[in-house]
């Protein structure tokens, strides 16, 4: 699977809107664009996905670029609980069923 | 939706004893499932690829005598660490395919604590 770059971390207050940036220049025409998260002690979360189209869901929206080789994760309005580590991941739906992550932008939400 | 149970949620060892690790689908079978490994301050690295009814495929370096992984059922996978020692100590997780649930379909545990003493 590709590799995708993201910020170490970042930080927002709370009910404020955050956007979490992943870069993946070497994207293939097959590759979903997968998001997790992981709370403190946890196990990762599903957050969003997408293809080329922009994805909103309950938790999150997902802004893919025209040329598929970025793709912003939003939190319309940060919680103290939204506090966590999010991974950016590529998937190919033709290759292997494992999802393989890389180091995620840890989150810090302050009050 | 999709829930993958993990047990136990934290367990503390003695150095040279063995630790069974269990991972459960709730309410869906996963004929694959995932083992991972996390060291604090650490992503998840994958440790091995759990195959129903046939042998678990491992990644590289991880040793398969020492993480025993059997997957005997549509439900359940366990990982036993074997002869356990301190440098094992990390946060291991389990993950399931749930082909019912989507095209995203990645449900995860909610992690074990091993702490070898």
């Known amino acids: 699977d590709a590799k995708t770059t993201q910020p170490n971390s970042m930080e927002s207050n709370e009910e404020e809107p955050v956007h979490l940036p992943c870069n993946h220049s070497t994207i293939s025409g097959t590759d979903y664009i997968h998001w997790y998260r992981q709370l403190p002690s946890q196990g990762p979360e599903y957050v969003i996905h997408g293809l080329t189209s922009n994805v909103n869901n309950r938790m999150a929206s997902l802004a893919i670029a025209e040329d598929r080789k970025s793709s912003t994760l939003i939190l319309h309005r940060a919680t103290l609980r939204d506090a966590a580590v999010y991974y950016c991941?590529?998937?190919?739906?033709?290759?292997?069923?494992?999802?393989?992550f890389g180091g995620g932008t840890r989150l810090m939400v302050k009050p | 939706g999709a829930v993958v149970s993990q047990h136990p949620s934290r367990v503390i060892c003695k150095s040279g004893t063995s630790v069974k690790i269990e991972c459960r689908s709730l309410?869906?079978?996963?004929?694959?499932m995932f083992w991972y490994r996390q060291f604090p301050k650490q992503s998840l690295m994958l440790m091995a690829t759990?195959?129903?009814?046939?042998?678990?495929?491992?990644e590289q370096g991880v040793e398969k005598d020492k993480f025993l992984i059997n997957h005997a059922s549509l439900t359940l996978s366990t990982l036993t660490v074997t002869s356990a020692h301190p440098e094992d100590s990390s946060f291991y997780i389990c993950?399931?395919?749930?082909?019912?649930?989507?095209?995203?379909?990645?449900?995860f545990g909610s992690g074990t604590r091993l702490t070898v003493v």
């Open positions: 993950s399931a395919r749930d082909n019912v649930g989507g095209a995203h379909g990645y449900t």
């Open positions: 759990s195959n129903e009814g046939s042998k678990a495929t491992y």
């Open positions: 991941i590529l998937r190919d739906r033709n290759a292997g069923n494992m999802l393989t």
């Open positions: 309410d869906f079978q996963a004929t694959t």
